[in-house]
Each structure stands twice: as structure tokens, then as C-alpha cells.
């Protein structure tokens, strides 16, 4: 069975960090593009940071750019998502998801159609 598994959310102060992990089970995730989304309360589903199988593009949300970080480690089938100095505005649930390519570019950071398998989510509170 095909898995992605999330970890690493919590509850942190305002100017926090984590690091959301997403190891994938059942498949490789090198050959994958990866989608970090977020979804808030009552909100669609935000694209915050992506990059494609080869590593090569990494995308940014402008409201994330500088603080968070996206990486895979391919010895541990798994990708990461550091977020630095973290914002009330950056609470909400976060997805992992992969993509088989080829997709296009331009759609990567956009919406999750394109992506073929879902984490289960884990929830980022930024509070004081």
C-alpha cells in the first residue's frame, strides 16, 4: 500500500520553528514531485513550497519565502519542510503530497489536482 506518512506539527510560539517530515511507504520518493500544502480553517488548499523529482525547482509561496525550507533526504525515502520564524498566519493543517511526473511547472505550487497521493495532514498552531 502506497503511504505518505507526515509528522512533526505542533503547537510553537510566534517566531518558532519546526520541521514537518513526510516519509513515503510503499514507494520511492525520489521519482516523485512533492507539494507541500496547508489548509486552514474555512480556506482552500494553499501551495506553501514544491519541487520536482529532480530537485532542481523548488517553489515558494511569497508569504513563506525566507523562513521555510523544503529538502528531501533520498537515503530515507523521506522530505522535509523546515519553517523558521513562524507567523499566527502559518497555522493550519499541512499536507505532504507527490506527484508522478511529468507535471507541469507551472501548476506544481498551484493546486493539488495534478498530485497523485495525500499525507494524512498534521497540524501547525502558531500561537503565544
Known amino acids: 500500500q502506497l503511504q505518505l506518512v507526515e509528522s512533526g506539527g505542533g503547537l510553537v510560539q510566534p517566531g518558532g520553528s519546526l520541521r514537518l517530515s513526510c516519509a513515503g511507504s510503499?514507494?520511492?520518493?525520489?521519482?516523485?514531485?512533492i507539494g507541500w500544502f496547508r489548509q486552514a480553517p474555512g480556506k482552500e488548499p494553499e501551495g506553501v513550497s514544491c519541487?520536482?523529482?529532480?530537485?532542481?525547482?523548488?517553489i515558494y509561496a511569497d508569504s513563506v519565502k525566507g523562513r521555510f525550507t523544503i529538502s528531501r533526504d533520498n537515503a530515507k525515502n523521506t522530505v522535509y519542510l523546515q519553517m523558521n520564524s513562524l507567523e499566527l498566519e502559518d497555522t493550519a493543517v499541512y499536507y505532504c503530497?507527490?506527484?508522478?511526473?511529468?507535471?507541469?511547472?507551472?501548476?506544481?505550487?498551484?493546486?493539488?489536482?495534478?498530485?497523485?497521493?495525500w499525507g494524512q495532514g498534521t497540524q501547525v498552531t502558531v500561537s503565544s
Open positions: 503530497l507527490a506527484a508522478e511526473p511529468p507535471i507541469l511547472l507551472s501548476s506544481l505550487c498551484v493546486s493539488t489536482r495534478p498530485y497523485d497521493y
Open positions: 510503499g514507494f520511492t520518493l525520489e521519482h516523485y514531485a
Open positions: 519541487m520536482t523529482s529532480s530537485g532542481e525547482t523548488k
